[in-house]
Every structure is written in structure tokens, then in C-alpha cells.
């Protein structure tokens, strides 16, 4: 006897395309509303609410046996991450300007859709990608988590911030890939527009703090 997922259709690479940037594009809407409603949010709410977003985050690993619960987690993911993202451009528009940011999120938009359309077009399947790049991004959060209790020099810092443009370019390459390459269904929809929600996201934040230490200089 089959179970549910076993009867799920696959759907073709460009449909499963489509239907992942349309998710993407709704992820970012209901972010900017977060965005919005952040400016509401007392200050002293926001480390709890980014403690909400690695345990939603970490429960999405969990619930895909609840495959159907993936949209409504993802949503709820980005207008959390939406709210604590408030602070973070409140600090860079003040610090850099409100047109410099609003440039860095356009040539973010213009890195991501460059690396995802030589992700999806190439013809090799990066499934050999994962291991190592899943060990980079444990090594950038443990490095970066340290920085928190241990001020890095801005040496170190821009470094640092480099590494996470790279490493989150070739996340969006390796997700795009997978898009084409691995046999999805139409509820593995929310799972993949997660990830590179997160690819855009983290790419955005490290081209701005790069940015930023670039302009003192």
C-alpha cells in the first residue's frame, strides 16, 4: 500500500519552478509586512522573537512528515524574520542611507537571479555540494555567534562578511540546481522557497555590512 507522499505527483522542473518563485515572491511580501509591523514592536521583544525564528526554523526540518503544515511554518517564518529584520535596516538607513540600502537590495536581486540562472542551467547535478556547504554554514554561525561575545577586529568582521557572500552565493546556486535536478513535489514547494528566501536574505545582510565597512574607509 502507498502512503500519501509515495501518490504525489512529481512535477516537472520548470512548473516546480514557477511554483517556488511565486512561493518565494509571497514569502517576501508577507516579510515586508513584518518589516512594517516591526516598527511597532518593543525593542526588548526582539531577541525572543528571533529565538521563535531558529526554533520555526528547526521545527520545518521536523514537519515534513506534516507536509501540508510547510506554507502555513514558512509564512509565519517570514513575517517573524520580517519584524526582527526592522531594527537591522533601521541601523544601515541611518548609518549608510536609505538610498544606498535600497541599492544594495537591488544588487542583491541582481546576484541572486545571476547565481540562480547558472545554478538551474547547469547540466551537472551539485548534490556533492551539501555536505560541505552545510559544514561552511555551521562554522559562519558558530564564528558569527562568537562575535557577539567576543568583539571581532573590523578586519576580521569584513572577512567575515565576505565569507558569507560567498558562501550564501553558492547556496543559491547549489538550491537553484536542485531545483532541476532532484525529483520534488508540489508540497516540497514551501521547504525550497524557505531556502532561498534565507540565501537572498543572508546574502542582502552581509553585501550591506560589507558595504558598511567599506564606507568608514
Excluded: C
Aim: glycine share 8%.
Amino acid at each position: 500500500m502507498y502512503s500519501h507522499y509515495e501518490l504525489e505527483k512529481e512535477m516537472p522542473n520548470n512548473e516546480m519552478l514557477k511554483s517556488v518563485l511565486s512561493f518565494f515572491s509571497l514569502l517576501w511580501v508577507v516579510s515586508g509586512i513584518g518589516v512594517i509591523a516591526g516598527q511597532f514592536v518593543p525593542p526588548a521583544l526582539m531577541l525572543p522573537l528571533m529565538i521563535v525564528e531558529v526554533i520555526l526554523l528547526i521545527s520545518m526540518i521536523f514537519i515534513r512528515k506534516a507536509r501540508k503544515a510547510g506554507r502555513t511554518f514558512a509564512m509565519v517564518f517570514a513575517l517573524i524574520s520580517g519584524v526582527t529584520l526592522y531594527p537591522v535596516l533601521t541601523y544601515y538607513v541611518g548609518s549608510l542611507g536609505g538610498e544606498v540600502v535600497l541599492a544594495v537590495f537591488v544588487s542583491t536581486a541582481v546576484v541572486f537571479a545571476a547565481y540562480g540562472l547558472i545554478g538551474y542551467r547547469m547540466n551537472k547535478n551539485l548534490v556533492g555540494w551539501s555536505s560541505y556547504l552545510f559544514v561552511a554554514l555551521i562554522a559562519f554561525f558558530v564564528i558569527s555567534l562568537f562575535g557577539f561575545f567576543v568583539p571581532f577586529s573590523s578586519g576580521f568582521a569584513m572577512m567575515l562578511s565576505m565569507g558569507g557572500v560567498l558562501l550564501f552565493s553558492l547556496y543559491t546556486i547549489y538550491d537553484f540546481n536542485r531545483i532541476r535536478h532532484q525529483p520534488m513535489t508540489d508540497q516540497d514547494v514551501p521547504f525550497v522557497a524557505i531556502g532561498l528566501y534565507l540565501d537572498f536574505l543572508n546574502l542582502f545582510l552581509n553585501i550591506l555590512r560589507l558595504t558598511s565597512f567599506l564606507s568608514r574607509d
